[in-house]
């Protein structure tokens, strides 16, 4: 069955033109004008990858991001940001929202192809650890079920942020280093910075408590309650 990809842009002939190159590629693709369509079609379809323009009306990207993350059934979805601005707070607004990646336009159909093909190669993919569950200091890890727990309050994590704790807490007090961290999480097929991984800890920290996650300067990061 080939893999569903939901294009949300309120520019039509952005929409049109990526479409078409996707259709080529074969994929299905299905296309909303705003946010909140995209929610509607997002429940009903079940995308494997949404490509999302930050700025719309009714509902903007990253507003739509946000609530895309707390639909059980599409909350695995990669979801990847379309942003004609340069500015770094647009971006790092995005992957706190829970975005995989962005894309800068203007967007040449080849480099946005390999970027699609490169993204939907690694879903479905989780940290490999030799168990499903893992407990650490109050805190509980459910990769079969994609569920975590503190004191045994259930908490939302985006998918990304998930499989970024998943592999810190699969050996507490082990150091992993920025360049593990990526390949694991974001593989090392696709391109993203220090950033990133800063903003996927900053959320981890403020969901969990800063105490958990420790920074070990120039070289990484550790799970551990000291």
């Not at 299905?28 to 494997?48: C, H, M, T, W, Y």
């Not at 959320?203 to 996650?213: D, M, N």
Request: net charge negative.
């Amino acid at each position: 069955m080939a893999e569903k990809i939901l294009l949300v842009d309120d520019d039509a002939d952005i929409t049109e033109f990526l479409g078409y190159n996707l259709k080529k590629e074969g994929y299905q693709v299905f296309i909303a004008n705003n946010g909140k369509d995209a929610i509607s079609i997002a429940k009903k379809e079940l995308p494997d990858l949404i490509v999302l323009d930050v700025m719309m009306p009714i509902m903007d990207g990253v507003e739509t991001c946000l609530e895309l993350k707390e639909i059980p059934v599409v909350q695995n979805a990669i979801i990847v940001f379309l942003t004609a601005r340069n500015e770094d707070y647009s971006q790092i607004a995005g992957l706190e929202a829970g975005a995989d990646d962005y894309i800068s336009k203007p967007i040449k159909p080849r480099v946005f192809a390999a970027k699609v093909k490169s993204l939907l190669k690694r879903k479905g993919n989780q940290v490999s650890t030799t168990v499903s569950e893992s407990e650490y200091e109050g805190v509980k890890i459910d990769r079969e079920k994609y569920l975590v727990e503190k004191d045994g309050a259930k908490l939302t994590f985006p998918k990304k942020e998930f499989e970024l704790l998943s592999l810190l807490m699969s050996k507490p007090s082990n150091v992993f280093s920025r360049d593990v961290i990526l390949n694991t999480v974001w593989g090392d097929d696709v391109v993203v910075g220090d950033r990133t991984i800063d903003a996927h800890i900053r959320k981890l920290r403020e969901k969990l408590g800063k105490e958990y996650i420790k920074t070990i300067k120039g070289v990484g990061y550790k799970f551990e309650n000291e």
